[in-house]
């Protein structure tokens, strides 16, 4: 079967530093996306990883381990508008993706 | 601007009445994919046309269906729609490739009275 596991929700502050895991079992992998998503929006692409180490844009970053069916998304300086949901997603052949169930970031003043 | 376009950003129908949902693009794409998401949950892919070349998810029901009548654009149709359809459905494009974003659409709510 293919999974994709990712905590339900998170909460910070603004101004800080959150870390969001997601670990996969996919059969076929060609790398590991982040969609944000905010309420009632769209999904829109954040980040794109095919080998091991840490994609930098801005203030997201987004790493992956391939040997452990690891990755993260490290959002930094933490602002209000950054309160949504987050879809970490396998990239199978052919463009496809699979979803993760989104972890839901609430910023706090 | 946007690139891929939904309408309706809300659609009411009947419990069984049949409805058609529309996706267009303006990216060229090779690929335009529907989802379905409903509340707190993930997109689930229902099916994609690559081209003309229509591939269907193995869990998609037989109730949905899909047209790609050119390049631009993709439809959605919900033959008998029941209450556990009413849910977000959103298209997406994409050039095909593995490293390649999707481009997704605002979606349209559908409800079932």
């Known amino acids: 079967g293919q999974s994709l596991e990712q905590p339900s929700e998170v909460t910070a502050v603004e101004g800080a530093i959150v870390q969001i895991n997601c670990t996969y079992q996919?059969?076929?992998?060609?790398?590991l996306s982040w969609y944000q998503q905010h309420d009632g929006g769209a999904p829109t692409f954040l980040s794109y990883n095919a080998l091991d180490g840490l994609e930098e844009t801005g203030r997201f970053s987004s790493f992956l381990s391939r040997s452990d069916s690891y990755g993260y998304l490290l959002l930094q300086e933490l602002q209000m508008k950054d309160s949504a949901s987050y879809f970490c997603a396998v990239n199978n052949q052919g463009g496809k993706l699979i979803f993760g169930q989104g972890t839901e970031l609430s910023v706090k003043p | 601007d946007a690139m891929v376009i939904q309408n309706p950003r809300y659609q009411v129908t009947q419990f069984g009445k049949p409805v058609t949902l529309s996706c267009s693009q303006t990216?060229?794409?090779?690929?335009m994919y529907w989802y379905q998401q409903k509340s707190s949950q993930a997109p689930k892919l229902l099916f994609h046309?690559?081209?003309?070349?229509?591939?269907n998810e193995a869990d998609t029901p037989d109730n949905f269906q899909s047209r790609r009548p050119n390049t631009s654009f993709c439809f959605l149709d919900i033959r008998s729609p029941g209450l556990g359809d009413a849910a977000m459905y959103l298209c997406?494009?994409?050039?095909?490739?593995?490293?390649?974003?999707?481009?997704f659409g605002d979606g349209t709510r559908l409800s079932i009275l």
């Open positions: 990216l060229n794409h090779n690929v």
């Open positions: 997406a494009t994409g050039e095909g490739r593995s490293n390649q974003p999707q481009h």
């Open positions: 046309y690559y081209d003309k070349d229509f591939n």
């Open positions: 996919t059969s076929g992998f060609y790398g």
